[in-house]
Structures are given as C-alpha cells and as structure tokens.
C-alpha cells in the first residue's frame, strides 16, 4: 500500500493534464498514491498555467487556500509545477511564502529526488533550468483506471512567435518524439483497454522537423493508424500556416483518425493577423477550410480567437465576425488578450480597453452560440458512432461519449458499453451536447 498521499490540481492545458500524469507515476515510485482530496495529502503540487493573467490569478488564490492546510500538518509539501513556475521560479516564494518547491517545465523528472530532500532537510526548493532534450517526454504517464481514451505527447515546445504568446518562453524550443517511442507507447496504451488517443503538441504540423527522424505527421498518424484496438485518434494543435496537403489527405486515408480540426484562427482582420505574427491571412485560412470540406465534406471545425489585441479597431472585430459568419465553426474558443511578460505584444501601441474587450467578446460568444446551436441541430435525425466513457451527469441511467466530430452525446444505456463503439441516433440538440438512442455496435461508416 502507498504510504503518503499525493494532491494534484491541474490548470492549463491538456499538456499539463499529461504532465500531471507523468508526475504521479514517478512520484508513486516514491511511494505517493494518488488522492482526491486536499486534505488527506503530504505532498500536493499545483501544476500552473500562466497563458493570461487570469489564470497566474486563480493559481495564485488557490495556493493561498492551501495555507490553512499547512498550518494543520506542518509536515505538509505544497509545490507549483509548470508553466507559471518556470516563468517566475523563485519569486514565487515571494508571492506564496508557505510554498516549498517551484519545479518548472523541464525539470519534471526531478521531482521524486527534489520530494525526498526535502522530506529530509527541509527547506525551500527551486529548478527551472532549461534541458536541451526534454527529459519528461520520456515519462510514461498513467491514464486513470478505466480510462478509454487519453491523451500521447508526440512533441514539446513551439518555435512559433505568435506576438501575444508565452508558450515559447516556458516550454522552450520545438522537440518531437521518436515515431518508435510513440508508437511502443500507443500499443502499450491499447493492450490496456484505451481505444482513443489525442497526440498533444503545440503545432502537431510540424511533427518531425525538429528531432523526428524523417517522419512528418501523416506519416505518423498513418502508422498509430494502424494500431490494433485504437478506434480513434485526435489531434491538437494545428496552426493554419503549417497545415499541409499531406494532413488534409490524411482524413480520408487513415481509417481511425477523427473528422475533426482545431485550427485556431486568432482574428480575421489581416491587419491583426500581421501583428500577431502568425504568418497568414484570413484568406488562406479559408482556403485551408475549404480544402478540408472538400477532403472530408463532414469535418468538425473548432478555433481560438482572441479579441482586443493591440491594435485591433471596430472594423478589423468585424472582420472577425464576417470570418465566423463564413466558416460556421462548429465550436470556438474566445478570449479577451491578456498582456503576458516578455512577449512581443506586452507594451504594443494602441491597448484596447477593457470595456471594450469585455464588449466585444459577449458579441462574438452570442454570434458562436447561434453556428453551435445550428450546427448541432443539423445533426438531429442523424446515426452516429459514439464512443462510450463512462456514466453520464444527467443521473445513471444514462451513459456519456463523442461523436468522431467530438460533439458530447448523451443516451440511455448500461455501464457495459463502457468503451464501445455504439450507433446512437440524435434526437435533440443542446448548445453543450446532443441527446440520442441506441441503434447498434461498431463504428460502421455513417458519419
Ligand atoms: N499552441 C496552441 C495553443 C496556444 S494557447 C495554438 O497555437 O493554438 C491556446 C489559446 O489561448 C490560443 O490559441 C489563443 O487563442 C489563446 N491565448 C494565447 N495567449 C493569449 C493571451 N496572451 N491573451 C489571450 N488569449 C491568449
Ligand atoms: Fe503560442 Fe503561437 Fe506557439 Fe501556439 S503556435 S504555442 S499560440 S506561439
Ligand atoms: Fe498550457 Fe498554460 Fe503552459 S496553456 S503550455 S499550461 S501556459
């Protein structure tokens, strides 16, 4: 049995997601079992984000909360991991004075020895030093028990420069995964009962140009394609500029790979677009959406876009909607900009204000919840292949899964589809999910 008690929160993204994984397999080699509960805990780490301001403030009050635990169990570790770690290393201390250890994005693989000196010695610790090849990509993380889809880390980092980004400066430089490492870690993952993978990577397109050994993406989307047990694979992130012929190809060729992108668009103002440096106009993009219709007529289309860069004027939001009003994402992603420390945008010209920010983001959230509610309703009268995880909110009699295009479809149903393919016909549609009934099994070719 494991004697000590290890809490993880995770903000961020699902590269922090997986990086908590990783860090309870290795610390349960030090004896750490996982548990729910805060309280319970020797050791709890929070894995930080720090992609806008709100998240370093949310991460900040909840360490804060912490303290009273702390104060009950002196024994008590409380550490920040992550990307807001590595951006401020030792002043964190400053910020929280109760924390005991700062380990930043590449210092992963340290914690276990980091934990067990401090157990002894006590003491605050930090690393946020850089490694030339990210030991933690070759940590095995541990999806939860039961789990039937989770998530592979093919790359780390991101040698793009998008101005108002700080991704680049914690992670640090583009490293792809060896195709052998990933494809061991896929097989390993399907013989434990794991029928989904989402390949994780800052810009999964340009897999392979930095360390990959002469394999691009398709070529290892086609290879986990082949897989046996993996019924579905995801992607994310793909940027527009990067997105080859290859990868759109990939939709019709590779059996098991989803109809679904999330291609993140940013703004839909050229203008915008230059000075966010992200290498292409709102044009191209559309071409790209245009060739992936063409490809795979059915493909889901997601996005990101950010409002309020610097910059950014009433006509160039309106270039923004114009944009959506024309593609009809399927689902997107808003955010007002939030100055980040170090980047190229922090003290541009122009701010937009916040009222402003505040404004434009209701508008564009009511445009996209107006194309969201469309295009789920489109798929009312439809059968489509759900892959089943688990029980559902709504209460037990009903079971919970995603459609190939990733939409939430709930059904009546019993907790032995658990990790099936079953055909569920749609018969309501809601902003956030579908509602459906059984048909059959399998993945069949209706979608
Ligand atoms: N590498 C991925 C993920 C980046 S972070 C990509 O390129 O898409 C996820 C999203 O957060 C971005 O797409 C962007 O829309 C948003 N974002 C990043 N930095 C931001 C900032 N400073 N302010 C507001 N939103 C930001
Ligand atoms: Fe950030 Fe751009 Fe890299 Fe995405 S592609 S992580 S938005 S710099
Ligand atoms: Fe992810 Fe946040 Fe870092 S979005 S890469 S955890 S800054």
Redesign the pocket.
């Known amino acids: 049995m494991d004697k000590k008690k290890l809490y993880i929160q995770t903000f961020g ?1 699902q590269m922090n997601v997986q990086d908590s994984q990783k860090m309870a397999a290795l610390l349960k080699e030090s004896g750490y079992g996982t548990t729910e509960d805060p309280r319970e805990a020797d050791l709890i780490l929070v894995n930080t984000c720090s ?2 301001e709100k998240a370093a403030q949310k991460i900040c009050s909840q360490l804060g909360r912490f303290r009273d635990l702390k104060e009950e169990n002196p024994h008590l570790l409380i550490g920040a991991v992550g990307c807001l770690a590595q951006q401020w290393g030792a002043r964190f201390f400053k910020r929280i004075p109760h924390l005991d250890l700062v380990v930043g994005t590449h210092q992963i693989h340290r914690l276990p020895e980091m934990v067990a000196d401090l157990e002894q010695k006590g003491g605050q610790a930090v690393e946020t030093g850089r490694c030339e090849s990210v030991r933690s990509l070759e940590i095995v993380a541990q999806p939860p028990e039961g789990a039937v889809s989770t998530f592979v880390t093919i790359m780390q980092g ?1 040698i ?1 420069r ?1 101005a ?4 680049p400066f914690l992670r640090g430089p583009e490293e792809s995964r060896p195709l052998d490492e990933i494809l061991r870690e896929v097989r390993m993952l399907a013989a434990e009962g794991i029928r989904e993978v989402t390949l994780l990577g ?2 999964v397109n340009s897999y392979g140009q930095a360390n990959g050994g002469g394999h691009d993406f398709a070529d290892l989307l086609a290879a986990i394609g082949k897989v046996e047990g993996i019924e579905r694979i995801r992607f994310t ?1 793909s ?1 527009p500029k990067d997105l080859s012929p290859r990868l759109i190809d990939s939709f019709g060729k590779v059996a098991p790979l989803c109809e679904h992108i999330h291609l ?1 668009i ?1 703004s839909g103002s050229d203008r915008v677009l230059a000075l966010m440096n992200r290498g292409y106009r709102a044009e191209e993009y559309l071409a790209k959406v245009a060739a992936l219709r063409a490809s795979c007529p059915d493909i889901a289309i997601t996005s ?3 409002v309020g860069f610097p910059g950014e004027r009433e006509e160039d939001f309106q270039a923004t909607l114009a944009l959506m009003r024309q593609v009809r994402f399927d689902n997107l ?1 808003s ?6 420390e170090g ?1 190229a945008a922090a003290g541009m010209a122009d701010p937009v204000p916040e009222a402003v920010k505040r404004e434009r983001l209701v508008i564009l959230q009511s445009l996209q919840m107006e194309h969201t509610g469309e295009r789920n309703r489109a798929r009312i009268g439809r059968t489509e292949g759900v892959l089943v995880e688990g029980p559902s909110k709504n209460g037990p009699q009903d079971m919970t899964g995603r459609t190939r295009a990733n939409r939430i479809v709930n059904f009546p149903g019993a907790a032995g589809l658990i990790g099936q393919v079953v055909q569920v016909r749609i018969t309501e549609a809601f902003l956030h999910s579908l509602r459906g009934e059984v048909e059959g099994r399998g993945e069949g070719d209706v979608h």
């Open positions: 993204c992609i806008r991101c793009n998008c108002y980004c700080v991704v800052q810009n992130t940027h993140p940013q990101d876009v950010i992603f955010f007002q900009y939030s100055e980040r980047t």
